[in-house]
């Protein structure tokens, strides 16, 4: 195994499975677990860095040292790509949603990818659209250099397999298998990795956090869409009161707006709601992100 290999498979041992004694104020009749996904890396965390895994392998056995990816000006993506590709050792591009944002003052997550060395290629929002376009592609390989390219989101079959990893961690950790392992869903990566590898008696739940029509929503039991907050990127005072008070109860855990705040929340009102089966083990996975904390969380 190389240098490179074995810095890559060292990761997830720094996501520990913690018990919530009592996670929120009311009583709940489940167990639950929190798998701290978040603590993997300070800035490469979570499921951004399971989806980056075997992207980074791939670009390192094919030779390439620049990673390609798009995202837009507030991008977790990018953000944790361009913090990987430092950490790495690879050249990082970030393909930006808005060509009037070039000349505007970067953002704290533009920012800090270029702090890490990103270098920043802004388009406009109709050729934006075209990301997954082969000639589009071949444009920017033939204005930027050679590239490995990265989906937007890190969504693509190499991310699946990381994500898979997760439930077989948990359960070494847990020493059998939960109940229920539940998880944020934005591309809805992580919730296809965990469906890929759970055992049959062990349902995943995924709490969409964006805002879905009826009409586009996947007709299987496992998503719940009633967590949403208005839409991704959306809140409101209930959701950030919740997160306050959950902070309190577990003042070792952080939590966001976006995805896992959303997340645990659905899962309070699902137990008391009584949804699960009384003294059931339930796994929530941290999948960090706290890079967009809302600031105004610290001053509620």
Known sequence: MTDFTE??????????????????????????????????????????????????????????????????????HLYATAAAGREFGFRTIGVVRGQELADKALNDTLTFCRECGMHLHFVSRDEYRRKDDPDFLADLMQQL????????????????????????????????????????????????????????????????????????????????????????????????????????????VSLEQVYTGKMLYGIRDLALKGFFKSESTVVAVHTGGLQGRSRELDFL
């Open 7 to 76: 810095r890559l498979y060292s990761f997830p041992a720094n996501s520990p499975l913690q018990i919530l004694e009592n996670p929120f104020p009311e009583p709940v009749n489940i167990r639950l677990f929190l798998k701290r996904d978040d603590m993997i890396h300070p800035l490469v965390s979570g499921n951004k860095w399971r989806k980056l895994k075997y992207n980074l392998l791939a670009a390192h056995e094919r030779g390439l040292d620049t990673l390609l990816t798009f995202g837009g000006a507030y991008s977790n």
């Open 145 to 252: 250099g050679p590239c490995y390219v990265v989906p937007e989101g890190g969504m693509n079959a190499l991310a699946i397999r990381g994500t898979a990893e997760i439930i077989p961690e948990l359960i070494n950790q847990l020493g059998n298998a939960p109940d229920y392992v539940c998880c944020p869903v934005g591309t809805g990566g992580t919730w296809a990795g965990l469906v890929q590898s759970a055992p049959v008696h062990t349902t995943v739940l995924g709490f969409v956090s964006l805002k879905i029509p009826d009409d586009k929503r996947a007709n299987v039991a496992s998503q719940i869409y009633d967590y949403h907050f208005g839409g991704y990127g959306k809140t409101t005072p209930e959701l950030l009161r919740f997160i306050q008070t959950f902070e309190q109860q577990n003042p070792d």
